[in-house]
DNA sequence: GTTAATTTTTAGACTAGTCTAAAAAAAGTT
DNA sequence: AACTTTTTTTAGACTAGTCTAAAAATTAAC
């Protein structure tokens, strides 16, 4: 059984997630980026990584996870999800307070406790933000027939499946404007000039700028 | 909020316990045996752990924790007893199984979360092997006249209270003869010796060296 | 298809934590 | 009091992870 330290666990997710949107390799710049780090240290992380056989690298031209690598990150996300998952049933945190908690809890190395707290849960399919949680297995569960707020046409009604978790501010904001999952939404206007669109909300008229559309998933009535 | 490290944690809840049992000043030697290092490791970490005023430390003189270094201790070992007690209660783990996952947990930084789960347990006094959890404000609540049973005399009868929970082979070997908390014994017959004990229990006769008894506390009847 | 700009890697240094080996201090023994 | 043993500290080295600054490779621009 491969041991890894909680930075080289932070790495494969990362990877992982810029993966899940971009197509083929993740360049080194990128990585750092998102990591909050330098691009020599990356270069010196992936060095490691691809000795480990976790993702193949060469020299100038980025990474990509070994189906090892992946399943190592899906290990993490499953563990991340599942712990956000019991902060907000069981302890009544809000969706806003349990990305730091988790980004902890998802380093706590045990197998048969990732196991025993998903059976606790009841097996969730999803978490507090709508994010789908790998199986045992790894492998993820589609859910099914949604799409990006961004990419709703006027007109459409939908409700509101998911939204990014790592901005506490974006949640609370969220919070504020009382959006959460399970809210249904008319797509009312959308701005030409910048994108923005206007939703129609218990009532309410909102307006969304074109990045925090993106970060709303809805399904489509 | 001083920040710690994992090891200097470590560091300061071996000493804290070291403290509870001797008298005075704990020694370098001592505290590396404890911690399963070199005494110069240990040497290196009391300079660090002195510089942040969570001990007193001179040349030779071993080592003694503050005020502020008792609390430390004293909340960590809080989230220690508070996440075994989870695992037993909520996720269903075994007393032998609890120690090295709680080992991890209890480096989970956030207070909130401490005291949100201590809720969701219901306050309780006590971690599954019968140790007193600290409470928020780091008072340990004193476990009323218990003694451990190398201390107890022959013809006394007694309600099992409590286990060490460092060693998994020697709670599995509790489960093994069907010791657990609650359990009454009558103390049968003391090896004059090597200081054995044979108690009876649930009408079985017993013989614990006095290594063992010296890790079992009861409440003398 | 050179030159310029950008990206990525290397080189060298720093902190945290550990180690071994040797020196220094303290404690025990005669 | 001097010698021996034990304990503790220092010195120097190693790994993991990070950084800055400079070199090298790639990409873009003309």
Same mark, same amino acid.
């Given at each position: 059984?491969?041991r890894?330290?909680q930075?080289?666990?932070?790495?494969?997710?990362?990877i992982?997630?810029?993966?899940?949107?971009?197509?083929?390799?993740?360049?080194?710049?990128e990585?750092?980026?998102?990591?909050?780090?330098?691009?020599?240290?990356?270069?010196?992380?992936?060095?490691?990584?691809?000795e480990?056989?976790?993702?193949?690298?060469?020299?100038y031209?980025?990474?990509?996870?070994?189906?090892?690598g992946?399943?190592?990150?899906l290990?993490?996300?499953?563990?991340?999800?599942?712990?956000?998952?019991?902060?907000?049933?069981?302890l009544?945190?809000?969706?806003?307070?349990?990305h730091?908690?988790?980004e902890?809890?998802?380093?706590?190395?045990?197998?048969e406790?990732?196991?025993?707290?998903?059976?606790?849960?009841g097996?969730? @399919?999803?978490?507090?933000? $709508?994010?789908? =949680?790998?199986?045992? &297995? #790894? !492998?993820?569960?589609?859910? %099914?027939?949604? *799409?990006?707020?961004?990419?709703?046409?006027?007109?459409?009604?939908?409700?509101?499946?998911?939204?990014?978790d790592?901005?506490?501010?974006?949640?609370?904001?969220?919070?504020?404007?009382?959006?959460?999952?399970?809210?249904?939404i008319?797509?009312?206007? @959308?701005?030409?000039?910048? $994108?923005?669109? =206007?939703?129609?909300? &218990? #009532? !309410?008229?909102?307006?969304? %700028?074109?990045? *925090?559309?993106k970060?709303?998933?809805?399904?489509?009535?």
């Amino acid at each position: 059984m491969l041991r890894l330290t909680q930075s080289e666990e932070n790495y494969l997710k990362a990877i992982f997630t810029l993966s899940q949107d971009a197509e083929g390799a993740i360049s080194t710049n990128e990585l750092a980026e998102k990591m909050l780090t330098k691009a020599s240290s990356v270069t010196d992380m992936l060095k490691k990584l691809c000795e480990k056989e976790l993702l193949e690298y060469q020299k100038y031209q980025g990474c990509a996870l070994t189906n090892t690598g992946k399943s190592h990150a899906l290990a993490i996300i499953r563990k991340h999800r599942l712990w956000e998952t019991f902060l907000v049933d069981k302890l009544s945190f809000g969706w806003d307070e349990v990305h730091e908690i988790a980004e902890q809890l998802e380093h706590i190395q045990s197998t048969e406790l990732t196991d025993r707290l998903d059976e606790f849960l009841g097996f969730p @399919k999803v978490d507090p933000h $709508g994010e789908p =949680i790998p199986g045992k &297995d #790894g !492998r993820i569960e589609s859910v %099914s027939n949604r *799409i990006l707020l961004s990419e709703a046409v006027v007109g459409m009604k939908g409700i509101i499946m998911g939204v990014e978790d790592d901005q506490t501010e974006f949640l609370q904001y969220l919070n504020k404007i009382g959006l959460h999952l399970g809210t249904p939404i008319d797509i009312v206007d @959308k701005l030409s000039f910048d $994108g923005s669109i =206007i939703v129609n909300m &218990d #009532g !309410r008229q909102i307006q969304f %700028s074109i990045t *925090i559309a993106k970060q709303i998933s809805i399904k489509p009535l």
